[in-house]
């Protein structure tokens, strides 16, 4: 899959865009014409794959400019975002007349991991010296009001179907893929105007047999009976078949998450070779970063992208399919996790009365609180009086008795 076709079909410059064509327009009115902007950035939104990033990048291409790079999602921090933005916007192109600063999914500075991160980026949205855009699903949350001021705002629409088979029929073409006009209609209107997700499925569907037809939509879609579990991942681990590993998860019961720790504890049992493995973990830390956007946003159309990386991706980690019989079995973490609680739960039952008289927070003081009371507990006097303070029970104090230290 390095070589996915998302990646080798994408537009070039931005008349190879469909159905965008006012948005991009204004897009590089604001580049162009970036030194006589007042506002300093160009905030993209619209739906998952309507081509919001692929615009940026084939603009910069287009107009001879460095792309820097980097996905909200994964630095979400102030330093994180000042490291790479920051450099980015002072600094100047050292090969190029100028530069483009993308900052992809800013959905994702609204989680709770943010620190700092948006309120840095509106920062330097003030003192850039290169054009910055940046891309979301929805802005319209209250935590993005000042951040829509500061932006020139660009509405990215939904894609019509139509362009959606357009585009489909072109790569067919360029890859000898025979095609039934209903079916490629059909895969079309089911991913709803996400060019992203019809690539992907595309890819996945015709992998095999260079056709796609109706016959091949109803595997990826249809749910007629219910395979086990156990079924299903041994389909991902032992075949290298791509229509195979895609409709593996189709008919079972049990939710992606439940699949998930399937893999993970199954994966190591069947791949021998680290290279594969790691390819394997790789796939499946993918997937569960399209599990976290989708708690988050609820954007469910991610799940075409978490289902094809839980399957397609895990079978394809190996050169070749392994010969022999292995003993899947049921994932162990939740079983590990709850005896961890268990064995945990006073120490946590006195980190959340410690937090209460400290003012931090339930997590800090099992980390690093509770440990230094071990140390202070070998003082009798200095015992007594936390025992009162936190007014602790006789399973708690006879805890920290057996685990204090000596000094």
Not at 81 to 93: D, F, N, P
Not at 287 to 316: C, E, H, K, P
Request: aromatic share 10%; hydrophobic share 40%.
């Amino acid at each position: 899959m390095e070589d996915f076709w998302t990646k080798r079909y994408a537009p070039k410059s931005t008349s190879e865009l469909k159905g965008q064509e006012k948005a991009i327009n204004e897009l590089k009115a604001f580049v162009v014409g970036f030194k006589q902007q007042t506002k300093k950035g160009a905030l993209l939104y619209g739906p998952p794959g309507c081509g919001k990033t692929a615009s940026v990048i084939a603009l910069a291409n287009e107009l001879n400019l460095e792309l820097v790079e980097l996905n909200a999602s994964d630095f979400r921090n102030s330093a994180a975002i000042e490291s790479i933005v920051g450099s980015a916007s002072k600094q100047r192109s050292l090969f190029h007349a100028g530069k483009i600063i993308l900052v992809d999914e800013i959905d994702g500075l609204a989680g709770r991991e943010d620190r700092g991160g948006l309120q840095t980026l509106m920062k330097l949205l003030k003192s850039t010296a290169f054009p910055i855009v940046l891309t979301a699903n929805d802005p319209w949350e209250q935590r993005f009001s000042t951040l829509r001021r500061q932006c020139r705002l660009i509405q990215f629409h939904k894609l019509n179907y139509k362009t959606v088979v357009q585009v489909l029929k072109g790569i067919c073409k360029s890859e000898g893929i025979s095609y039934e006009e209903v079916a490629i209609d059909g895969l079309a209107r089911r991913v709803d105007g996400d060019l992203r997700a019809g690539i992907i499925d595309l890819f996945l569907l015709t992998s095999a047999n260079k056709h796609l037809s109706t016959k091949e939509l109803e595997f990826l879609f249809d749910r007629k009976r219910e395979l086990p579990i156990l079924e299903a991942i041994t389909r991902i681990l032992k075949t290298r078949d791509i229509e195979v590993a895609l409709g593996a998860l189709n008919d079972v019961s049990e939710d992606l998450d439940e699949v998930m720790l399937w893999l993970d504890e199954n994966m190591p049992l069947e791949y021998k070779k680290p290279e594969e493995l790691a390819k394997a973990y790789e796939s499946l830390s993918k997937a569960d970063v399209f599990r976290g956007r989708i708690s988050r946003w609820q954007y469910w159309r991610f799940l075409v992208y978490m289902n094809a990386l839980l399957t397609v991706g895990v079978a394809l980690a190996k050169e070749e399919k392994y010969r022999g019989y292995t003993k899947f079995q049921r994932g162990r973490r939740i079983l590990n996790m709850w005896i961890w609680n268990r064995k945990n739960m006073l120490k946590k039952s006195i980190a959340s009365k410690l937090a209460a008289h400290t003012h931090c927070s339930t997590a800090y003081a099992f980390q690093e609180v509770v440990d230094f009371l071990r140390v202070m507990y070998s003082n009798s006097e200095w015992a007594s009086k936390l025992e009162e303070e936190l007014e602790l029970d006789e399973k708690e104090i006879e805890w920290l008795k057996e685990r204090r230290i000596k000094v």
